[in-house]
Structure formats: C-alpha cells, structure tokens
C-alpha cells in the first residue's frame, strides 16, 4: 500500500488560520500512548473543547492510513484513542509511515513540525522530551529538542519530566538557540513539581508578553522554537516528598537491576504510576489542560497582534527607526 505525505488540514483550521483565528495544536501521542483506555479518549475530547472555551481552534495532529493530518473529525480521534494499532510516530518515523499507508500518533517533534508547516504558531503538550540521564554513555537525547531548534512554533509545557537530567537538557536548550520562557515563574518546572532548583533567565507575566516575543523572534528572522515553561498551580502537582522518595527508589532500582540506556525511562515512569498509585498519571493530565488554556490565551493575544510587518517572506530586518511605543517589558528572572 502506497501512502501520501500531503499534509490534510480540516476544513475548520484551514478556515482558523485563513481568518488570522488563534489555533493551538495538541500532540496525539498522549492519547494513543500516554494514558489508558477508556480515559484516553475523554481526555482527548475535554482538551479540544477546553481550547474551544478558551476561544481558539483545537487541532490535534496524527498521520491517519499514511495522510498527515491536521485536526481530526471525531472518528478519526476515537481511532488515535480505542487502536491499539497505532504506532508512535517521531520526526524520522514520518517518511515511512506516509510512504507504507500507517497510522500513527505523533509525539512533540513531529507535533511541531507538521503543526508549523501549515502555520500554526501555539502548540500546547504536557511535558518536552529532554536529554535523558546517564546521557554521557548513551547519548540518549529525545528528538524533541533538534526539531525545535528548527521549528518556528511556541511549546507550553509543564517543563521537562524530572526523570530527565534537568539541567543538561537546559544546557541543550541554550545550545540550539532555543528561547526558554517562565510563565509567571523564575524557576524551571518539573512536570511533575511546580518547580526545581534551576533557574530561568527570563520570564513573562501574561500571554501578551508571550505574543510580543514571538513578533520580536519573527523580526530578528528566527526560525527556532519558543518554549513557555507553564508550572502546575502546587495544588494540583504530586506531592514533593512523595515525589523525592519515589524518584530515589526508582532510580536505586534501575541501577540493582542494571536498567541502561533506553529502558530506564520506560521503567522510571512505570514506577511512578505505580507507587503513587496513580497521582502522576493525574499530574500528567492536569498539566495539559493546564497548558492548553494558556497556549489558548498566547494565541488570541497572538491573533490580535498587527503581523504585517513581521511575515518572513517580506520582511527587512533593517529598518528605520520605529515611531516610540511602551512595550510591557519581558522580566529578567535573575542576574548572573
């Protein structure tokens, strides 16, 4: 069976996008891979209809029978949720899937890059991918990050899962040139805290902010990625002692087990739904939609925004100088 790799974009986000309406783009490797079946498929439903809400167009991605597709029709979401045939699709993954006739959900990387090929700005996930621990030996490093080095799209995440070397995956971030962002927070998040003990250098108070920065990064003619690192209010984060004392043991049991490489991911977060007894995976769900409303609130601020003059195709990096404005300024989280 031979597929197409023309991207399909329903008629209701091709019609968003045509009319400058804020649509906020939403992975579908959580639902297919992330959560269990029945809840998949309600949480699946609840983030669509809470970007709705929140007054921006829901368009979660897959590649459906080898066709990559941009918002689904309902039977095509139950299928992402209730077939356990679904495969997950990366970056790398894609050419084969549409070229063979597959079905897959897409994870943050190619999330963003077919989001981003058909012009969509805000994508909302619950957590990035990030350099995974022991990294030095086996140089594991989710895709994520590379993708978004390269992409021109805002992620709102809840920071990285804390099952992640934190601190070289923000190493990474400076690297590639990606803008890391805290809303409403000088600390990087956790996932599954709302906060951890490295420090951000910039933050923003509200999605107007958000907006402004992704209009600077189109004048300065950047084609790379703006995280906002969203933290979970503290009420609905997994408890830190709770956390710390899981995350000792999981981690102890890997290494009596001589878990290496690629399997301890896997096997940290399998221990975590475990002994918490089922508070991480509860996380995991409040962050999205916690995520999701604010990546629809950066879309209609980034809708209402004046980008005429900010299209990549025609604009001058060079200019005159511009007739004075008061910007709200972007915060220094910290000085070094």
Partial sequence: MTGRSNIVVSATVR??????APVVALESTLIAHGL???RNREVAVELEELARERGATPATVAVIDGVPRVGLDEPDLHRIADDADVVKLSVR???????TGWTGATTVAST??????VGIRLFATGGLGGVHRGAGDSFDESADLVTLAATPITVVSA????ILDIGATLERLETLGITVVGYRTSTFPGFYLPHTTYDLDWRVGDAGQVAATMT???????????VVANPLPTDQALDPALHDRV????????????????AVTPFLLETFHRETGGASLEVNINAVRNNVAVAADIALAWSATDRSATDRSTADPVTADPAPTDPAPVARAHRP
Wanted: net charge positive; proline share 6%; charged share 20%.
């Fill in 15 to 20: 019609n968003a996008l045509a009319a400058g």
């Fill in 36 to 38: 269990p079946r029945p």
């Fill in 93 to 99: 993954d894609l050419p084969v899937a549409c070229a």
């Fill in 112 to 117: 963003a890059l077919l989001a981003a090929r």
């Fill in 159 to 162: 920071g990285v899962k804390s």
């Fill in 216 to 226: 600077a990064a189109d004048m300065l003619g950047l084609t790379s990625a703006i």
């Fill in 247 to 262: 995350l000792a043991d999981a981690l102890a049991w890997a290494e009596d087990r001589g878990i290496r490489g690629k």
